[in-house]
């Protein structure tokens, strides 16, 4: 079983960046994919990018081009750098787990594992 801790979130205008973190214990990251979702208030949660083992990549259509996914499977940490922020990125982001797998996931339901979530505010 993994623990996950996101950090790194905050208030930004638009046109800023923000780099979240997700911190795992208990297990190494490397028996693991590992993605980023978020959730605006009245909405459903939602997939924003995943990242493999081997580090092959997916990112949601919305954030394509502007955000960025990477892991350090020494440090046991995951990160989601974020620029060119809209008001619509505005959300609790998570980090999620899941043992590895020959396809990248995208829906919650697939993902084993979640972080408690931390705020991303973007103001125009």
């Known amino acids: 079983q993994v623990q996950l801790v996101e950090s790194g979130g905050g208030s930004v205008q638009a046109g800023g960046s923000l780099r979240l973190s997700c911190a795992a214990s208990?297990?190494?990251?490397?028996?693991?994919?590992m993605g980023w979702f978020r959730q605006a208030p009245g909405k459903e949660r939602e997939f924003v990018a995943a990242i493999s083992w081997s580090e092959r990549f997916y990112y949601a259509d919305s954030v394509k081009g502007r955000f960025t996914i990477s892991r350090d499977n020494v440090k046991n940490m995951v990160y989601l750098q974020m620029n060119s922020l809209k008001p619509e990125d505005t959300a609790v982001y998570y980090c999620?787990?899941?043992?590895?797998?020959?396809?990248?996931?995208?829906?919650?339901?697939?993902?084993?594992?979640w972080g408690q979530g931390t705020q991303v505010t973007v103001s125009s």
């Open positions: 208990g297990r190494t990251l490397r028996s693991y994919d």
């Open positions: 999620a787990a899941r043992p590895l797998s020959s396809v990248l996931a995208v829906r919650p339901s697939d993902y084993n594992y």
